[in-house]
């Protein structure tokens, strides 16, 4: 029978618990999990600290998620989706224009505020890269190297390829290489010490214009196709 008082519970009556929509019960234990992945990696984190943490069940978990792996996974794209297809959207909006430095900029630029913003995530995506189990290596971080990020930026070099302005070389190991600089330059900032706001500022400040063009330019000199000069020819 639904009590119609309007008096605050005592002690002894606790108030209702709010039953959770589906919707939002999987909101919550995604980020629950991202937490919880971030701080003790994908093995480390058990399904009963996850359910803790979620503030729910093992079995609600495994009834939104089949398996660890794809709570993993889900956590990864439906964090990042949104952000993602907006992003690959600017991108590839730069490379119609032919504004290839732009692109860089805007890319180096993304990849830093990603890090800043969502530490726990890229923490989690780190500790998938360092799994030791082949099995869960091959689940884990195969699928997600190849992202919407990786796919344009593969594309993007083959493209560039086919106008000879590239260099030669397989697109996807390349398109690697040219994601390998920002991101391990975003790991040193953000992931690896503890920063305070103030520290954070100025790291952002010099990833506003400094690193980011000069990352831009490296990265662009590295794949780009030389001019012959006078001197090759001899």
């Not at 980020?31 to 359910?51: M, V």
Request: proline letters at 4%; charged letters at 25%; a negative charge.
């Amino acid at each position: 029978v639904e009590s119609r008082s309007c008096e605050a519970p005592t002690s002894a009556q606790e108030s209702p618990r709010r039953r959770l929509a589906a919707p939002e019960r999987r909101a919550r234990i995604i980020e629950a999990a991202i937490r919880e992945f971030g701080r003790h990696g994908f093995r480390g984190a058990t399904t009963k600290a996850l359910a803790k943490a979620a503030n729910t069940s093992e079995a609600t978990i495994f009834k939104h998620f089949p398996t660890k792996a794809d709570l993993f996974l889900a956590a990864f794209e439906e964090t990042t989706g949104a952000g993602t297809e907006v992003l690959v959207q600017q991108l590839q909006d730069l490379a119609d224009q032919g504004d290839d430095a732009g692109l860089f900029q805007t890319l180096t630029r993304a990849i830093f505020w990603g890090f800043r913003h969502d530490r726990d995530l890229h923490r989690m995506l780190l500790y998938a890269e360092l799994e030791t189990d082949p099995a869960t290596q091959t689940t884990l971080a195969e699928a997600l190297r190849h992202g919407r990020i990786y796919g344009f930026l593969t594309a993007h070099v083959a493209k560039r390829q086919a106008e000879g302005t590239y260099r030669a070389g397989d697109p996807a190991g390349l398109a690697g290489c040219l994601l390998a600089m920002p991101v391990s330059l975003a790991q040193e900032s953000y992931l690896f010490s503890e920063t305070s706001a103030e520290q954070d500022a100025r790291v952002d400040v010099w990833i506003a214009s400094p690193l980011a063009v000069l990352s831009a330019e490296l990265l662009l000199d590295a794949i780009r196709v030389r001019p012959k000069t006078d001197d090759d020819s001899q």
